[in-house]
């Protein structure tokens, strides 16, 4: 070997390290997987004798091998990411609307899938096999005694009987098939939180209602009716003999949980570049984010529920039950960790004076938030709707305190995280197609998959929908309810909670059905929104100030220390239903009566006590609050808010 | 179990996960180390009969408690950094300066080290010791057949054989130790890259030729006496009876490399805020940031030369020269790379209109800027290299064709990401004195190390200065070479480097030794540093622009389109020579002469072609390129240029 294959190696790599393999980091683990274990397997040689320098430098050049592959493989994503900024570019500019840009990076993760699928010569491997008959229990450290050096294993996981021979069969197609792991700690906070610190307040909570009743509810409707209809399509593949395997009613349950949460990113994206119905878009972006939340717990009360039968899989009503309480509790132990540490942060911001410098305030802000996260996966809870509700009150609190040039930070640097995030996830999709080795297509399950899908959105959207324009002077119209069946695409959501299990046969088939589900949704679904929504005749170009116009709007703002995106006092006459039986009926019902008691309970003591006490705005505590915590009120307010106050009074 | 136990796990970790494992993201992964492992352990009920459904929630419950252990331990790490940034506002507010904030995160690390350490139960581990006697070589892959199920384990690597008792002796600890290489690949780039994007230009280029011999020729000198003296250290330590394994000089040479980089941090950030003499900034910054590079390819090439001399570990001539022509390659490579990155990145922004997407713009160079790193690694170079050139190209080049808002966004990014990687690295090395389980302290090995870079840093700038003094006008002061042999203060890239091997005796040594020699010199000379300049008579607060000030003055002309770090002329006045020899002396001398024909030539070079070539600014190339070349220079001069260059012409 010359001295420069190991130089350009660069020093640890080359060398032999044996060190503890715990990844606690911010950004990319570069050289996992097979990296590290090549790399571990090198340092096999550790306290190798000289006359063992042969076999080191063997383990070397395996090493540098992996580390190589290793970058090559996340090379291929990052070109992947540029090169589909790059079209998305091109179609912004020359406002190519029938494909999305995560459609498109769906495509371009397919060519590299394919590419990579058909295009890289397999390996063979350095397997070894070793059948020692031992204990029942498979442990999750295995020291192994070589001729008296001892290496240590760690457990992969099991493999069926008949797959022996097709481990590890291409090595660059395990490199680029990641951690499933990675979409729910990596990728989806950040997109989840920028859901909620860029959330549209005032028409979120005008119609929270209806949201609520959409996204937990009709989940769980759709949940429901999608499972139950699989189970048919299952028994049936067991009655034509298309089934190999176990398919119980629990896993078909757990199907309609991660195939209900609707995705948002394409429909709403194409709705803020026509600039449709603003209520709409709230009604469909309220219920999305909320979906996911809903998603997410719904499916791991499912695995919950699943040890309950522990040998029949069936129904219990019983559990059933419980699941339901169990849901209940861990979301609103999720809400409140996440309301409690965006209120945290506020004050932090509030009484600190960070706003001095902006860069210590922009790295708490982001700290405090990802916090919250992995606070409440540490306290048993669910981290995503954590960082969902974190991400709102950060927005409606903490983001009033922040420094002018902190607010335009965090927001960008979320932004940023965000857009990554979601594309990665989006090419990614587009390369599981051909890079996961597990796939179960089963044309049956497919077909009744889709179908369900529908059925499932149906019996979600008309029913709800009638119920609520009972209680509703301003009915949700046909064309928006036909809008709002038609635009329940499946992203990223439904992939990373399928991606999430993919051990057993029936796991494998939901995953491949997941997977086509989101590819044809989006791409179809998302190419005929611009369509359907004139066909439709959905208001487009209504005065809605169009994002930019909104940054530039939030801007000004900014400038003058007010939140534009303050809810308005209740009894104003910004406060509007949502009405859709035409874009010429009359919009300019007054509706206070229809702004609940609730909300208007929220509102005042929101206003005349929580941001007094979170923020620097609001009227001083001094006089709302009553006369014998005089002290208290003159400690928590800050001296800022007499001096708006006053012109407010 | 009760239902609820499972539940609060969320779907795949309660479930069982059979993924391939290899990590390939940005960001934070969660699960890894034991905790993959555990949910590998957990996968291995995957195709589980019904009966055995009681080990399925053992291992379930494993996962589960892994799973929280590891959301714990990285949130002691965020903790620990918002800690450290509400006592750094605290120290700036307070305006105390006997201690930075590198200084205070390296002292919370310690504190929570010394918990972690005596406050967690150690625990015993599931570990299955086998032995099968096999071949001599350890396969990187193990099936274990588990009374006929399969079992997939992967090598973690060898344990000397005193050790087998002590693995896995406390998973706390081992959790919160990770993996070396994340230093390498995700938090130095962030900080290099950030060195060189904020890099000012005018005086690093100044003193280039001060700076490159003082980074090059200075740490080589530095690496060679620190080296050879640890071998007479070594020595000593073996006739004594202190060493009790093997410790090869190339092994000193090594230690040598990597303690010689210096690091930038405290002092410079104690500079700025005094607004010392920007002369002595450059030269610091200059050799601290060139440093790094030039000890990590040094590392490798000592590595790569070790093989050379297969069992004699001593001098050898040729070998070394060959290092030496490695060196040169690796570095002349690297460079390349990221320059190249840097003016196609230019070109992309420049020929597309990215600009009207800042959000877009600020993915795609950050996505560049990232490939660089990643391109360098899989060609064989060193990724930290080729960062830092990009970063400076980056900042000459795709600055000026940046919009305004991405110029601030980009700008932003980078300064989060370095600042809280940068405290990242300085609280996990507090908390490494405590937490790593291999430490060697050798009394004698740590006095010789002291002693070793005093004088190996004395030999380097003394000398250095002299020959530097021959051929300057204007001589390196006293008191700037006293200043700057004080300022050689190691921290982030020793650590690094030490940290990356830490399999033999002799690493771990070094390791231990490096440890304490960063904390000595961040807290002494980080705190000694004010008392020193003006001890040494350097005036501070010389009416150079702040950091704040320059970012104002930066954004006055991002605002008037025009880089404010763009080179001055090389024939007008800015051109003055660094002078140390007090406060008062003359510092009005013109320098044209000094200013190298090199240098000019570079000049004018980069300003008739390059910029207008790859940015919106400079002279239109139809009035400086060749009449014939006509067509070209037409299609690559953007229209921009001529509207200012007509003014400029």
């Known amino acids: 070997m010359e001295p420069g294959d190991a130089a350009r190696l660069g020093p640890g790599r080359a060398a032999r390290a044996l060190p503890p393999r715990l990844l606690l980091l911010p950004l990319l683990p570069l050289l996992l997987g097979r990296g590290l274990r090549a790399a571990a397997a090198a340092s096999s040689g550790a306290a190798a004798e000289d006359s063992s320098a042969m076999e080191e ?10 580390h190589r592959q290793d970058s090559v493989s996340l090379l291929t994503f990052i070109l992947l990411l540029t090169l589909t900024i790059l079209t998305i570019w091109l179609f912004k500019h020359r406002r190519v609307r029938f494909l999305h840009e995560t459609g498109l990076a769906m495509i371009y993760g397919l060519i590299v899938g394919v590419i990579l699928r058909y295009g890289t010569p397999a390996t063979s491997g350095h397997d070894k096999s070793l059948s020692c008959t031992q204990e029942d229990r498979a442990f999750s450290t295995l020291l192994v005694n070589v001729s008296g050096k001892f290496f240590e294993y760690t457990l992969k996981g099991e493999i069926s009987p008949g797959k022996i021979n097709s481990v590890e069969q291409n090595d660059m197609l395990r490199k680029v098939t990641f951690d499933p792991e990675v979409f729910f700690n990596i990728l989806l906070p950040p997109i989840i939180f920028h ?12 119609n929270l209602g209806s949201i609520l009743a959409y996204a937990f509810l009709g989940t769980a409707v759709s949940c429901f009716i999608i499972g139950n209809l699989m189970y048919g399509v299952v028994k049936l593949m067991k009655i034509v003999g298309q089934l190999s395997d176990k398919f119980y009613y629990t896993d078909c349950l757990f199907f309609g949980a991660i195939i209900s949460a609707t995705d948002p990113v394409t ?8 600039h ?20 997410i717990v719904l499916s791991s009360s499912i695995v919950a529920y699943q040890p309950a039968g522990l040998n029949t899989h069936a129904f219990d009503a019983a559990a059933f039950f419980k699941s339901v309480g169990i849901f209940l509790g861990i979301f609103s132990g999720s809400f409140t960790m996440g309301a409690v540490t965006g209120v945290v942060t506020a004050l932090i911001s509030k009484f600190t004076k960070l706003h001095c410098f902006p860069l210590l305030e922009t790295a708490l802000f982001f700290l405090m938030s990802w916090s919250t996260f992995l606070l409440a996966e540490a306290c048993g809870f669910t981290g995503v709707v954590a960082v969902l509700f974190c991400g709102i009150t950060q927005a409606h609190y903490t983001y009033n305190n922040l420094s002018v040039e902190s607010r335009s930070r965090t927001k960008q640097l979320f932004e940023v995280l965000h857009f990554l995030a979601e594309n990665f996830i989006f090419s990614y999709m587009g390369l599981a197609l051909f890079t996961f080795q597990k796939h179960v297509f089963s044309p049956v399950f497919i077909i009744g998959a889709f179908v369900a899908i529908f059925l499932g959105r149906a019996a979600h959207i008309y029913p709800l929908s009638f119920f609520l324009n009972l209680g509703r002077r301003h009915k949700i119209g046909w064309n928006f309810q036909h809008m709002m069946m038609f635009s329940g695409l499946r992203g990223a959501m439904a992939f990373a909670l399928a991606i999430r299990d993919t051990a057993s046969y029936a796991r494998q088939m939901m995953f491949t059905t997941t997977l086509l589900i989101v590819f044809f949704t989006v791409w179809i679904i998302g ?21 930019e116009d909104q940054n530039e709007h939030r801007w000004r703002y900014i400038r003058v220390g007010v939140d534009p995106d303050q809810d308005p006092p209740p009894n104003n006459d910004s406060f509007q239903v949502l009405q859709g039986d035409g874009p010429d009926s009359a919009r300019g019902n007054r509706t206070k009566q229809e702004s609940a008691w609730l909300f208007r309970l929220w509102y005042s003591f929101d206003h005349n006590y929580l941001k007094p006490i979170l923020t620097h705005s609001g009227p001083p505590l001094t006089t709302t609050l009553p006369a014998w915590c005089g002290l208290l009120a003159r400690c928590l ?13």
Request: no cysteine.
């Open 57 to 66: 430098l063997a383990t070397e050049k395996e090493a540098e091998e992996s």
């Open 527 to 547: 190419g005929g929104t611009t369509p359907m929504l004139s066909w439709l005749n959905i208001r487009v170009g209504v005065e809605e100030l169009s994002e």
């Open 637 to 649: 307010t800050s001296p800022q808010v007499y001096d708006v106050g006053g012109e407010e009074l």
């Open 195 to 206: 859901a909620g610190y860029s959330l549209k307040k005032r028409h979120f909570f005008r």
């Open 267 to 274: 429909v709403l994206a194409i709705f803020n570049e026509l």
């Open 276 to 295: 449709a119905d603003v209520d709409l878009y709230a009604l469909l972006f309220g219920e999305s984010v909320l979906n996911d939340a809903v998603a």
